[in-house]
């Protein structure tokens, strides 16, 4: 039995969050392994027995992704888009799909070069810290019988907010790569377009939508509505893998 963690930060990001990401899997004591893909960084600076730290300044999906999109990209951010040209690129939800689709860069990189390793793997955004050691078993315990678990719950449906994707699981089987697969297909071309929202949390959410054989595969760990310290769309701390990790979500946003 293994387990593999995925995340993936600019040096920026690694100075705000990244730090304590590593620093927690390590302090925990935490099962498996962690895969790191980098930008700007020295991957030597982190690397450790069960830490791998890959570049992605040369990755091909990315780079096909953001240089056929760059209509859609705000300037801010490096492409062509102005409010006049494409103000629906301007949407709260669309605004910095160029960097959320990054989250797609480093899941299709290690499913294509590491998780074939591992039994079981995770999605972890590097704003998230593990709180207490995890091992796969726990994983297992989470998903029951099926095949990969995420964070919805009522209260993001009635906004509209998409899944939160800043922590995933899944089962090392044909379910969960078929899932990915349908994930990622998103970002093939300008299909992602076709929808009102761009970011990688809706995109998870219209695949369990369009495909509902494949959701029942699936099972969203958010049950607890009680829990009043945080907003009802802070939704890890609400299922049972909020027993073993915390969400800083908007922490990025609001020191960038």
């Not at 730090?19 to 893909?37: A, P, Q």
């Amino acid at each position: 039995m293994s387990i593999l963690y995925i995340t993936s930060f600019s040096r920026q990001l690694y100075n705000l969050t990244g730090k304590r990401l590593i620093k927690t899997f390590k302090n925990t004591g935490s099962e498996g392994d962690l895969l790191c893909y980098v930008e700007g960084m020295n991957p030597s600076a982190i690397e450790a027995e069960n830490i791998f730290v890959k570049d992605m300044s040369n990755d091909r999906f990315y780079k096909r992704w953001y240089n056929s999109n760059l209509d859609i990209i705000p300037e801010e951010l490096g492409g062509k888009a102005t409010k006049e040209s494409n103000f629906k690129a301007f949407k709260t939800a669309n605004f910095r799909t160029a960097q959320w689709t990054k989250k797609i860069a480093t899941m299709k990189y290690a499913m294509e070069n590491y998780t074939g390793q591992y039994d079981h793997f995770m999605w972890v955004d590097c704003d998230c810290f593990f709180t207490n050691k995890f091992t796969e078993q726990d994983l297992i315990n989470v998903l029951q019988d099926k095949s990969f678990c995420y964070h919805l719950g009522r209260d993001r449906i009635r906004k509209k907010m998409g899944v939160e994707t800043g922590l995933l699981g899944f089962k090392n089987d044909k379910t969960s790569k078929k899932m990915l697969s349908r994930w990622f297909k998103k970002y093939n071309g300008d299909g992602f377009r076709q929808y009102e929202n761009w970011n990688d949390a809706h995109m998870f959410y219209y695949v369990l939508e369009e495909e509902p054989k494949l959701k029942a595969k699936g099972i969203d760990l958010v049950t607890d509505y009680s829990y009043a310290e945080r907003a009802k769309s802070h939704v890890i701390v609400r299922g049972d893998l909020g027993n073993f990790f915390d969400h800083e979500k908007g922490y990025h946003k609001r020191k960038i």
